[in-house]
């Protein structure tokens, strides 16, 4: 996948100014963004998945212009096939684990799924083995089931890109652990593109192939694995990153 | 056992039924707005909608008296287009129990939407879904519990509306002589049993509705599925 990022975006919230500017392009397939709660890492994934409009810039995904502020192009979120996966994953409460996988696939006013639909979500359940779960309500799941089940609620819809926004930070540190390589294991399985963002360095060494750093709203370091353990800027996590640790 | 009070009290809740429609719809077209629109004067709006609450009844009254009547801007209008007089009818009484009941759907609506996870929404569109389908799947479901609670504060508004109706639609029995003008009008002609009677009924009423919408309240999503 090809994706071309730039980003300006000014933010003012009771007397507080805060700019967003990056500009990156990677063809890297696992793209991490990386950096300190407040830097600006989510401000860009809502912006690619099309619920903030930037000010100015332009986004495309393999050529395919998604926003370009000059020629006034802003394609909705729902027609940008990215699918996101949020940090408490914003499950439906008022659905069913398979009424939250299959809402995407429901077609017209009486909500009917077609057979292939069926099929895809059955698929879905057994892939992230929430068959047991399919009537349960998201209040009754446990964090990993919700995890699993907000997934296979993006995937249904064949996303041609996958954003993740803090994916295991709601979870306890064990569990977080295990789903880091069945998440792994998952992306292998998909070939699906994805750009994840974490404040957790533990993050990084599973998944990045591409490590993109942002602090403050401006784009600090940009490399390819393996990342280098030297880092001239005062980036002090990467030190820890690529030393193997968790930062304090 | 009802007897005679059986007409002021069937006129009452039909009044009441279609009141609450009214405000209803209103209600939430006005809460969405609101909680999801900002524009300039959004709470001098606010402030408003809200007026009918605190405003005494009879004014409401005579200004939809002035308003609806046959020389009233809205009522002229109505009479030449449509052939429709309000005042002195039942729908009369339905406009001005609408008028006073709106404020409660208003703002328990907007409360409702402001109160949604923005991140659910989000995820809708992320999903493929229309605004309308985000509206209808997402949105509404979640604020429902809220909106019904505030509809049933509404209807037992409504029902024991007064004033304006008074001013709007008259007391004719059988016609527009509803179930709390029908206990001021037994009590005005010294008819205690008949009074004893209408307001048992109408504070059975009441007290039923408040039960059923605090139940509605509790039962929301907000309490069971939160985590």
Redesign the interface.
């Known amino acids: 996948m090809q994706l071309e990022l730039r980003i300006i975006k000014d933010l003012q919230a009771r007397g507080r100014h805060f700019r967003l500017d990056v500009d990156m392009r990677t063809d890297s397939d696992a793209v991490v963004i990386y950096g300190p709660s407040g830097a600006g890492k989510s401000l860009t994934l809502q912006c690619l ?3 903030v409009a930037p000010d100015a810039g332009r986004i495309a995904i393999d050529g395919a212009t998604l926003f370009e502020a000059a020629q006034r192009i802003n394609v ?5 096939g ?3 996966v ?1 940090q ?1 994953y ?5 659905l069913t684990v398979a009424g939250n996988i299959g ?2 696939l429901q077609q017209g006013w009486l ?1 009917r799924l077609d057979d292939a639909a069926r099929a895809r979500v059955e698929d879905m359940l057994r892939l992230f083995e929430l068959q047991d779960l399919r009537d349960s ?3 009754q799941l446990s964090g990993g089931q ?1 995890q699993r089940t907000a997934l296979a ?2 995937l249904a ?1 064949r996303p041609r890109l996958l954003l993740l926004d803090e994916p295991f930070a709601a979870l306890d540190p064990g569990l977080r652990e295990r789903m880091r390589h069945e998440f792994v294991e998952l992306r292998e399985r998909f070939k699906l593109p994805m750009v994840l963002i974490t404040h957790d360095p533990a993050d990084l060494q599973t998944l990045a192939r591409e490590l993109v750093v942002i602090e403050a709203g401006r784009l600090v370091r940009h490399e390819m694995a393996p990342f280098q353990a030297e880092v001239p800027q005062g980036a002090t996590a990467l030190r820890v990153i690529a030393g193997g640790g968790r930062a304090a | 056992m009802i007897g005679d009070a059986t007409v002021p009290l069937l006129l009452s809740l039909k009044v009441a039924g279609w009141a609450t429609l009214l405000a209803l719809v209103a209600g939430v077209a006005f809460g969405y707005l609101l909680a999801r629109v900002r524009f300039f004067g959004r709470e001098v709006l606010d402030a408003a909608l809200t007026l009918p609450m605190v405003m005494p009844p009879t004014v409401l009254g005579y200004y939809l008296l002035v308003l609806l009547g046959k020389r009233g801007p809205v009522g002229a209008w109505l009479q030449e287009s449509f052939g429709i007089n309000l005042i002195f009818t039942w729908q009369g009484a339905v406009v001005a129990a609408a008028l006073v009941a709106f404020p409660l759907v208003y703002k328990a609506a907007r409360a409702a939407f402001e109160d949604i ?1 923005t ?2 929404e ?9 605004e309308t389908k985000v509206f209808f ?2 949105t509404l ?2 604020a429902w519990h809220g909106i019904l609670a505030g509809a049933m504060l509404a209807f037992a508004r409504a029902l024991g509306e007064f004033g304006a109706t008074l001013m709007v639609a008259g007391s004719l029995p059988g016609r527009t002589q509803t179930l709390s003008i029908a206990i001021y009008e037994a009590v005005q002609a010294g008819d205690d049993a008949a009074a004893n009677k209408l307001v048992i009924i109408a504070s059975v009423i009441c007290i039923v509705v408040l039960v059923a919408a605090g139940r509605v309240l509790q039962g929301g ?1 907000r309490r ?4």
Request: glycine share 8%.
């Open positions: 998945a099309g619920f909705p979120a729902r027609q940008r990215v699918g996101y949020f408490d914003a499950l439906f409460p008022h809402a995407s909500r309500y998201p209040s919700r609620r993006a819809t | 996870d991140n659910l989000r995820a809708g569109r992320s999903l493929g879904f229309s799947r997402v479901p979640l999503y069971a599925f939160r985590y």
